[in-house]
Structure formats: C-alpha cells, structure tokens
C-alpha cells in the first residue's frame, strides 16, 4: 500500500474474486449454462460436487465441477502462520503427521481437482467411460464456539445423511479419505465422528493428503478423485509418515504402504474452517 500500485500484480485480485476460476474455465471452453461458486474452506470440493449433482438431478446433462485453491504465497503463508494450524517442523518426513502421536499442524500444499458429472443415461448413449457414482451427498454447518465434548457432532450429522441419501448402511463402506487436519484436537474430534459412525477400528481409513499437504479448498475434489481410482484400481492409498495412529484414535488407519482390497463404496469427509462439514458416498459401477 506504502509502495504503490505498480508493486502490485493484477493477478492480486483473484486472491479475492472467488468466481474468478468458474470465470476463466468457463471462457477458455467455451462452456454455457448453470454456474456457481462456493466458499466453504476445506468442504468447498465436496460441495461444490454436491451442487452439480443437483443439477444434474434437475435435467442437466453434464457439469463440470470441482476445486482448486494456491495460497503459497506470502500473504497467504503469514494467514496460515497466524492460525497456529500451519506446521512448524523442520523436517519433511514429520512435519504434517494426521492421527499420530505428535502431530504438530499441517503443511500447505497447492492444487485440487475437477471431474466431469454426467446423467448415466447421457454417458452410456455417448460410450464415455465411467469411473463411478456420486450416490450419497450432504452437508452441515457448526456454529463457533463449539464445546469439546460436542466437537465432530457436526460431521458425524454430515456423514450419516450422506450415507442415507446414498442408501448406504456404515458396514456397507469400505475405505475412509479422511479430513485429517494434521491437528491434534480437530484429528481427534474426527477420530471420534468415525468411531460413532463405524464403531472403533469399524473402517479402513486413510489421508492421502499426508503426501500432496493439505490443498484448502482443493483438498476434497482431489480426495474423491482419488477415491474412485481406488475403487477401479482395488488399492486403498496409505497415509505417508505415519506409522500407526497415536493415542485417542482408534482407528483402522492404512499406512506404511497401500492396501489392496474389493473396493464398492468410498466415503470422503472434509470440514473447513468456520464449521463447515461435508460428507460425499461414491459408488463403483457395477
């Protein structure tokens, strides 16, 4: 502000215009008709896929939905180092640590993912391949402050709607992608969401984010995409760095190495900051 305008990029404002990359992805295709934008920090992949689905459900062909989000940046690191959730560690290997026993924040990653939903009839008349379904999705909200003994309330609500809008029993999910703060107490109240939901140790549960770093708004849409490359490839992808869950979550988490398996049916969580939860169930075709 001091320098002047001309230190400043024109770029900047992307930082701020959150339609920017509709926006742009929408001129460089050429793509016409139903639009929008959400801002839910960490839950914005999963809700944004959540809102194509309604649309498709509405008469909608195909949309091309998902997420990104880039705060590598100095004004974004300074926002990250003022939340105290931005890991501090000085070494690669221990530094992002999800459901460990000394984990100490998270490490900032840039990137995201979208996928094209298409009507099932539309894509079989077209002979497009297919990676599954989006059978299951819902959303809930958090009001802060919330009191530890009730925190994860908001997504255990998330993940069982989730689960009856996709007609999906808990012992009928395979694999977990977790949210997998890197945080301490937010890792916990998740620990304790999927042990309500799936009874301890009930899932196998992984976050693959440990090796891309937590994306933001990015983080979930890559989550699901991976997810349904785990169904197709029946390998469930390991959490990096992490040799066993730390004390407080009893949870089956997949590490070391990944883990083969007759993969039906993915769970994907994600909360952001706020209190933004989101839960989405993808199914393999059968």
Avoid at 34 to 61: E, H, M
Avoid at 131 to 144: I, K, V
Avoid at 221 to 227: E, G, I, P, Y
């Amino acid at each position: 502000m001091h320098a002047g305008g001309r230190f400043v990029s024109a770029y900047q404002s992307f930082a701020w215009f959150y339609a920017v990359n509709t926006g742009q992805v929408s001129i460089r295709h050429g793509l016409r008709g139903s639009s929008s934008t959400v801002v839910t920090d960490a839950a914005g992949g999963l809700d944004a896929l959540g809102n194509a689905r309604r649309q498709i459900r509405k008469g909608t062909t195909a949309m091309l939905a998902g997420s990104v989000d880039g705060a590598l940046c100095p004004l974004g690191l300074a926002g990250q180092l003022s939340s105290g959730a931005m890991s501090t560690g000085s070494r690669a290997d221990r530094a992002f640590l999800p459901f460990a026993d000394g984990a100490g924040g998270q490490v900032p990653g840039e990137g995201g993912a979208f996928l094209v939903l298409e009507d099932a009839v539309s894509a079989r008349r077209r002979g497009a391949r297919s990676y599954g379904e989006l059978a299951g999705y819902a959303a809930t909200f958090d009001p802060a402050p919330v009191p530890s003994d009730q925190a994860g309330e908001g997504l255990v609500r998330a993940i069982r709607r989730a689960l009856r809008d996709a007609g999906t029993a808990p012992e009928d999910v395979d694999v977990v992608f977790a949210d997998a703060a890197g945080v301490p107490e937010l890792d916990r109240a998740e620990s304790r969401a999927l042990g309500e939901v799936f009874g301890p140790g009930g899932v196998p549960v992984t976050a693959p984010k440990s090796m891309t770093g937590r994306l933001f708004a990015g983080g979930a849409s890559l989550d699901l995409a991976t997810a349904l490359l785990a169904l197709r490839d029946g390998a469930i992808p390991h959490t990096a760095n992490v040799s066993r869950p730390g004390p407080g979550h009893p949870i089956d988490l997949v590490t070391g190495e990944p883990r083969e398996a007759d993969l039906r049916r993915a769970l994907v969580v994600a909360r952001g900051r706020g209190g933004f939860n989101a839960a989405a169930v993808v199914r393999r075709d059968t």
